[in-house]
């Protein structure tokens, strides 16, 4: 049976709502303030959450960031219920990442319509309903014409459509090596360059015609590409070697590395002085964009590869389309998809949408613990709420401390950025072989 998880204070609205969606055939749940609704919501995985925002204990705003930072729970729909005074609501709906919104007074067959939407269940009646958060997004959109309506759009070269079937008249299509909504990530042929070698290419297709927000993407492209020009010129990243639009797709175009992914590395564990010399290899990667003041955002065993030539550690992945996701500040369906994609390396300010340069600090100490633990990121996070790193590796104290820094839930507590880290590696150290506390099977 479907199952719904209510929120609300209010008794009569309560025992109203939970009459009538019990009545429609849903199992229900009921909580009566913010931290009981998070805790429920955890311990039950429900299929929709109806929450209202003005609660007792913690606000309902509050307890839906909860929700959406949580691996756990960030994919269960939310439906917030507000008041109908507040006109800004829905903004505040979309930033936090409700999937939809109603209003009190609650009309109930408006408000069952959005639930049936929600769940995806087919309703024989077309409803009149409130614009949806879907439906809301060009709407939203047009304020983030503010941040740059006083400055000229950037210009990225554009193309048409060549007659001899490749991009910008010089690359051949080999191979599509992943696919999404938002766009591809490919292996072509560099026709014109010295001696013809293989590129990958990414596209950014936006899913919104919208010419504020074309607008908005061509300025933070032209801006991310010139930086990692630059940036991409030292050798532990992949060189970055063009950009060009066409027919209002995106895309850049970067050097292929020739290695294997270091998520082929981490099936299980590895010596302390190889995990230490990967923690300064990955920490030096990201460090130039954390003196720029940028976070990374998509820190991940996939991000990486051990180059083929010379062993050494490399970028691959600039983490470009999850900073625009986060800078759209859009919380529809794909959006928090992209936004949550390698979810289990992203600490919760990350998930909920506001990213630091630590948050890159957290990422790099869950790929590190994994190469030293051999235990997948899930199973960290569920073992370091029950006990310290301590009890799990047999190590110097200060590289514990080290690692405990890196990962701590609490980003104020973490190093500020990747050269704070680094200054504080105890690469001198000889450490002891670890030894590891096995996860028991359920």
């Known amino acids: 049976m479907t199952k719904i998880l209510l929120v609300e204070d209010n008794a009569l609205n309560r025992k109203m709502l939970k009459r009538r969606l019990r009545h429609c055939g849903y199992d229900v749940l009921v909580a009566t303030d913010g931290n ?10 429900p299929d929709l959450i109806i929450m209202d925002t003005d609660l007792p204990v913690i606000d309902g705003w509050q307890a839906i960031k909860i929700i959406k930072a949580s691996v756990a729970t960030a994919n269960i729909p939310v439906l917030a219920l507000t008041p109908e005074t507040k006109s800004g609501n829905w903004k505040i709906a979309l930033e936090v990442g409700c999937n939809d919104y109603d209003t009190k007074p609650l009309v109930l067959k408006r408000l069952l319509g959005k639930v049936e939407t929600l769940l995806g269940i087919a309703s024989a009646k077309t409803q009149p309903q409130q614009t949806s958060l879907a439906d809301s997004l060009n709407s939203a959109f047009s304020t983030l014409q503010s941040r740059s309506s006083s400055q000229s759009p950037g210009q990225i070269p554009t193309i048409s459509e060549s007659s001899n079937g490749l991009l910008n008249d010089r690359y051949e299509i080999a191979q599509v090596l992943d696919s999404s909504s938002f766009g591809q990530c490919m292996l072509a042929k560099d026709l014109k360059a010295a001696a013809p070698e293989l590129v990958i290419i990414n596209t950014f297709n936006l899913p919104v015609d919208h010419p504020a927000l074309l607008t908005l993407v061509r300025k933070s492209l032209v801006s991310e590409m010139n930086f990692l020009r630059a940036l991409s010129q030292q050798d532990d990243i992949a060189t970055c070697l063009d950009y060009f639009e066409q027919d209002d797709i995106f895309y850049w175009v970067q050097a292929y590395v020739v290695g294997t992914s270091l998520a082929d590395e981490l099936g299980g564990a590895q010596s302390m002085g190889a995990v230490l010399k990967l923690t300064h290899n990955l920490l030096s990667t990201v460090q130039p964009f954390h003196q720029s003041q940028i976070v990374h ?13 010379d062993s050494r550690i490399v970028l691959v992945e600039y983490g470009l389309l999850k900073r625009m996701f986060v800078n759209l500040r859009s919380h529809s369906l794909p959006y928090r998809q992209a936004l949550l994609k390698q979810g289990q390396y992203q600490p919760a300010e990350q998930r ?16 590190v613990l994994q190469a030293l633990t051999g235990q997948s990121p899930e199973w960290l996070v569920s073992v370091s709420g029950q ?4 009890a799990l590796i047999k190590a110097d104290a200060k ?5 405990e820094r890196m990962v701590s839930p609490n980003h104020h507590l973490r190093f500020e950025s990747a050269s704070d880290a680094l200054a504080s590696l105890p690469l001198g150290l000889t450490p002891k072989e670890p030894t590891y506390q096995q996860a028991l099977s359920s």
């Open 36 to 45: 009981q609704g998070v805790a429920l919501a955890i311990e039950h995985q």
């Open 297 to 309: 955002c998509e820190c991940h065993p996939h991000s990486f590869i051990r180059r083929q030539s």
């Open 352 to 367: 909920a949408g506001n990213p630091q340069c630590n948050s890159d600090i957290y990422a790099i100490g869950m790929i």
């Open 387 to 390: 006990q310290s790193l301590t």
């Open 399 to 403: 590289i514990i401390k080290l690692f």
